[in-house]
Every structure is written in structure tokens, then in C-alpha cells.
């Protein structure tokens, strides 16, 4: 839905029953070349929303996306089936008004290159999550996560680091 507002890179598979809606005012869903987006995949960019995913990026099944925050997903990133990226928040700050009518929040996400979401993992408006991370099955980001760490839990917390490999050469004379 929304199609003139949905750019497709070359090589990106879209299986069945996947929908992406970019409908609405200034919307953009864009995949760069060789994403692949698996079935049941739910991606909606609500009023204002950009949504970009890098190249050679998986999606698995049953995945949902949505703003109306901004959300950008690095290059070759692995997410898998029945997570939740979502760019918004209800405020509710105000007892004596519905929740419904108090307004949401639209930080945006930001997902780094290389990094790997297990099972179920739910993130949350306003995260960075850095290039290289490990997130563990079922946890629940709620805070930024440094490049090359493995968090886990709920809320997600950072059990060890992985570090980017070095030049070997630098270690023999």
C-alpha cells in the first residue's frame, strides 16, 4: 500500500502475505538492493515516517516494523521471526486523560550494521543499537546498546563485549 512511496534495490525479495504500508503524508519505506523481507512481515510507516533498511538485510517471519518515528536498519542485519521494532510511544503522563489522547512519542531507531536479533526481541522507541550487536532471544531493548556487545534480558543488559578483529600483522616482527 502506498506504493509510489516504496523504493525496492535490486535483488529484494518480498515473500507472501508480507505488507508494508507507506501510505499517508510523507512516508518513504526504502530497501536497498538484496533485502530479503519473509512472510507475515508487518512494516507501517505512519504520518511522517521514514523507514530505511540497508542492503543484504533478512527480516524474518511474522516481523513488525513501525513508526511513526524514523527507523533505520543497517547493512547485512539479521532479525528474526516474531521481533518488534517500534518507533513510538504512548505518553501518559496525565491520569485524567485517556492514554489514547495524550499523544505519542517519535524518537526513532537506529540499528547498526552487522547485527543480529534473536527470536522475539522487542525494541523500543529512541534506542541505538551499534554496529555489530548481538541481541538475545525474547530480550526487550529499552536503553543503546554499544557497538559489538551482546545484551539479554528484560530489559536487555550487556552480558560481554565482541570486538571488531584486529590486523594480525600488527602482532608479528
Same mark, same amino acid.
Given at each position: ?106 524518537? =526513532?531507531?537506529? #540499528? $547498526?550494521?552487522? &547485527?543480529?536479533? @534473536?527470536? %522475539?526481541?522487542? *525494541?523500543?522507541? =529512541?534506542?541505538? #543499537? $551499534?554496529?555489530? &550487536?548481538?541481541? @538475545?532471544? %525474547?530480550?526487550? *531493548? ?32
Amino acid at each position: 500500500m502506498g506504493t509510489s512511496a516504496i523504493e525496492l534495490g535490486q535483488g529484494v525479495r518480498i515473500f507472501k502475505d508480507a505488507h508494508i504500508n507507506a501510505l499517508g503524508k510523507n512516508n518513504r519505506v526504502v530497501f536497498a538492493e538484496n533485502v530479503q523481507v519473509q512472510y507475515g512481515v508487518d512494516i507501517r510507516a505512519l504520518d511522517n515516517t521514514h523507514v530505511f533498511v540497508d542492503k543484504n538485510t533478512f527480516i524474518g517471519p511474522y516481523v513488525c516494523i513501525s513508526g511513526p518515528g524514523n527507523i533505520r536498519i543497517g547493512k547485512s542485519c539479521l532479525i528474526a521471526a516474531h521481533s518488534g521494532i517500534f518507533a513510538n510511544s504512548h505518553q501518559y503522563t496525565d491520569p485524567m486523560i485517556d492514554i489514547a489522547a495524550q499523544g505519542v512519542t517519535r524518537k =526513532g531507531i537506529i #540499528i $547498526g550494521d552487522d &547485527c543480529w536479533l @534473536g527470536h %522475539g526481541v522487542t *525494541v523500543v522507541d =529512541g534506542v541505538t #543499537i $551499534g554496529k555489530g &550487536c548481538v541481541i @538475545g532471544a %525474547g530480550s526487550v *531493548v529499552t536503553k543503546d546498546i554499544p557497538p559489538y556487545s551482546v545484551a539479554v534480558g528484560v530489559p536487555a543488559k550487556i552480558i560481554k563485549q565482541r570486538h571488531p578483529i584486529t590486523d594480525m600483522h600488527n602482532d608479528c616482527i
